[in-house]
């Protein structure tokens, strides 16, 4: 079963700022926190993923607790087209005590950006 | 930029028929998946490959599927005799591994109907 919690829906307004919270609690020292989407029956795509720091790239910024305990996924200023699931997930580093970097994907949360 | 590709993109067969379901990842990646989705439910793990073998199956991946890679740029899936809750979207996803990169970058899938 997947290792944490989303809410399974939010609504975003067009140009604003969507936070996506997720809750992992239970993550170990050695597990990074990922984060995928999926628009509509197309193949998930990769966001961004972090370990405990702070991270930005050109789709979203992760903001990850000092306690590690949850994180908050953050679209600056969301579009229609960032209509999506969103899901978080939590996984050791390849090849880290025999991962083999599979994906264990939970319900996710189903982002509705409106104009 | 450099993409997993799929195909068919849709796969109709009856019962009973055997179907392959090709993939060809991203030309340095090393580590292959195959995961499908029940329409309407989440991401499932089928199987990783890594090295020419099959590193890691889920309770899913019974003796009716098997994986290869033909000749270094495909990864199929095979399944030997279809049932109807086989009907799925079945994505293929890949690794660059090691100082490449841990992301898993997803093809846009299998729709396959089992009638």
């Known amino acids: 079963d997947a290792k944490t919690t989303q809410p399974p829906s939010m609504d975003c307004a067009e140009g604003r700022a969507a936070n996506l919270p997720c809750n992992h609690s239970t993550i170990s020292g050695n597990e990074y926190v990922y984060w995928y989407r999926q628009i509509h029956s197309q193949g998930p795509q990769y966001i961004i993923h972090g370990l405990k720091n702070n991270e930005t790239n050109e789709m979203a910024s992760l903001i990850i607790t000092e306690d590690r305990k949850s994180s908050t996924l953050i679209l600056p200023h969301a579009t229609l087209r960032d209509t999506a699931v969103y899901y978080c997930?939590?996984?050791?580093?390849?090849?880290?005590?025999?991962?083999?970097?599979?994906?264990?994907f939970g319900k996710g949360t189903k982002l509705s950006v409106k104009p | 930029e450099p993409e997993v590709t799929q195909t068919p993109s849709h796969q109709v067969t009856q019962m009973g028929q055997e179907v392959i379901l090709r993939c060809v990842p991203i030309s340095n990646h090393l580590y292959f998946y195959w995961y499908r989705q029940i329409l309407g439910q989440k991401v499932e793990f089928l199987v990783s490959f890594y090295n020419n073998e099959i590193s890691e199956k889920s309770e899913i991946f019974d003796d009716q599927f098997s994986v290869e890679r033909p000749d270094g740029s495909n990864f199929t899936l095979k399944i030997r005799s279809t049932k109807l809750e086989d009907s799925a979207m079945y994505f293929c996803?890949?690794?660059?591994?090691?100082?490449?990169?841990?992301?898993?970058?997803f093809g846009p899938g299998t729709r396959l109907t089992v009638l």
């Open positions: 996803a890949s690794i660059a591994g090691g100082l490449h990169g841990n992301e898993q970058f």
């Open positions: 997930i939590v996984r050791v580093a390849l090849s880290y005590g025999g991962s083999q970097g599979n994906l264990i």
